[in-house]
C-alpha cells in the first residue's frame, strides 16, 4: 500500500505543540500530534472528531474508537504511546498508521514530532527509542458507522 496523497501532503508541517484541534485549521503555523490526528482520520476516513477530543479522551473514548490488539492494526488505526510510567493522560501521544513497510512488516506511523520539528514517518519500533514514546499504551481503530 502507498501512503495516500492527501496524507502525504501532511508530511514535513511544522510541529507546533499548541495549535491542536482546538487552535483552528492555521496548517502554516504548525500542529501538534492532536491536530495532526484529526487532519488524518478526515483525510482517511471522512469522520471529522469534536476538537475537543484529544489524546486523553481518544485513548479513553468507546464512542469512536474501540481498542485492538497491536497485531491487528491496519491502516489508518491510531496509536496512543507515552512514558512508560505516564500518569497524566493528557500527555499521551498520537499517531496513525498510514503504511506497512514489505521488507520488515513494520508498521509505519504517522505523527507531529518535537524530536525532528515536524510531521513525519515512523517505523513502529523507532518509538520505543524515545522516553517520550516509550510505551505503546493502546491501539484504537474508528467504530464503523
Known amino acids: 500500500m502507498a501512503i495516500p496523497n492527501a496524507v502525504e501532503s501532511l508530511i514535513g508541517l511544522p510541529y507546533r505543540y499548541i495549535n491542536g484541534p482546538m487552535a483552528g485549521s492555521r496548517l502554516a503555523e504548525g500542529v501538534n500530534c492532536q491536530l495532526l490526528v484529526h487532519l488524518a482520520l478526515e483525510l482517511l476516513h471522512g469522520i471529522n472528531l469534536p476538537p475537543a477530543m484529544m489524546s486523553k479522551e481518544i ?81 484504537k481503530r474508528l467504530k464503523q458507522p
Request: proline share 5%; net charge negative.
Open 59 to 139: 485513548f479513553e473514548d468507546h464512542e469512536f474508537f474501540e481498542e485492538i490488539p497491536l497485531d491487528t492494526a491496519s491502516f489508518g488505526d491510531v496509536f496512543v504511546f507515552g512514558k512508560a510510567d505516564e500518569t497524566d493522560l493528557r500527555q499521551l501521544h498520537l499517531a496513525v498508521k498510514i503504511d506497512e513497510d514489505p521488507r520488515t512488516q513494520q508498521s509505519l506511523l504517522i505523527h507531529a514530532t518535537s524530536i525532528e520539528k515536524a510531521v513525519t514517518v515512523w517505523p513502529l519500533i523507532r518509538f520505543s527509542s524515545y522516553p517520550r514514546y516509550k510505551k505503546l499504551f493502546a491501539v
